[in-house]
């Protein structure tokens, strides 16, 4: 157990809805990491929080949208959802640093049918 | 912009051998560090060992080592005396602290498989 707490663990919906995945990091992490999983694209990072405040975005889509609030924990947004969209979502936390573990969380999996 | 290769999609390995796993990567950073993940079919990311590229020594944890050579810019991952729990997805990755964020770059990964 990492210790970051990522709910749901399975998603199920349908082309056009809009979702909401919720990250719990660590106690004491302010770093919050989301990264997509793929079979198409493999791992890669999408955004990155610190103590709230947008820090870095990486390949992610207009259509995708995260915030931190300030409690620390996540929420990605995910709207006008395609089929690609399908795809294993992880949350990462670190407390900060470049030498600092990122704890990945269990990945919520999203099925858009 | 980072870049990380891993030029084998799969490989196995007999029970209790050895087994080496390649990663390149490509950075114009000077401080970054490297990593390997374990996702098993959990589906859970572990880490197994992390290298900074300022040490010169190479990174050991238990039966997991790496190789890594900066100027070729090359961080393999040895795994000793395999056990079947080592059968999973390996993923080589690395960070660097570009415009103050720490987010890995992954390769596509290495489908490892121990046999009995």
């Known amino acids: 157990d990492s210790g970051v707490t990522q709910t749901p663990k399975h998603l199920i919906t349908a082309t056009g809805q809009r979702v909401t995945l919720r990250c719990s990091p660590r106690?004491?992490?302010?770093?919050v990491y989301w990264y997509q999983q793929s079979l198409d694209q493999g791992l890669q990072f999408l955004i990155q929080?610190?103590?709230?405040?947008?820090?870095a975005k990486g390949n992610i889509l207009e259509r995708f949208s995260a915030q931190q609030f300030p409690d620390l924990h996540s929420e990605l947004n995910l709207s006008s959802l395609e089929l690609g969209d399908s795809a294993l979502y992880f949350c990462?936390?670190?407390?900060?640093?470049?030498?600092?573990?990122?704890?990945f969380g269990p990945g919520t999996r999203l099925t858009v049918l | 912009a980072q870049t990380v290769t891993q030029s084998q999609p799969e490989m196995s390995v007999q029970e209790a051998e050895t087994v080496t796993l390649s990663c390149t990567y490509d950075?114009?950073?000077?401080?970054?560090?490297l990593f390997w993940y374990k996702q098993p079919p959990s589906r859970q990311m572990i880490l197994v060992i992390r290298?900074?590229?300022?040490?010169?020594q190479n990174a050991t944890e238990n039966r997991f080592s790496v190789n890594f050579q900066k100027a070729a810019k090359s961080f393999s991952l040895k795994i000793s005396d395999s056990q079947l729990g080592d059968t999973a997805m390996y993923f080589c990755?690395?960070?660097?602290?570009?415009?103050?964020?720490?987010?890995?770059?992954f390769g596509k990964g290495t489908k490892l498989s121990v046999i009995p």
């Open positions: 990462a936390s670190s407390v900060a640093g470049l030498n600092n573990e990122q704890f």
């Open positions: 106690s004491g992490d302010l770093s």
């Open positions: 929080y610190y103590n709230g405040e947008e820090r």
């Open positions: 950075t114009s950073e000077s401080n970054y560090y």
């Open positions: 290298q900074e590229a300022y040490k010169q």
């Open positions: 990755a690395s960070a660097t602290s570009g415009a103050g964020s720490y987010q890995l770059t």
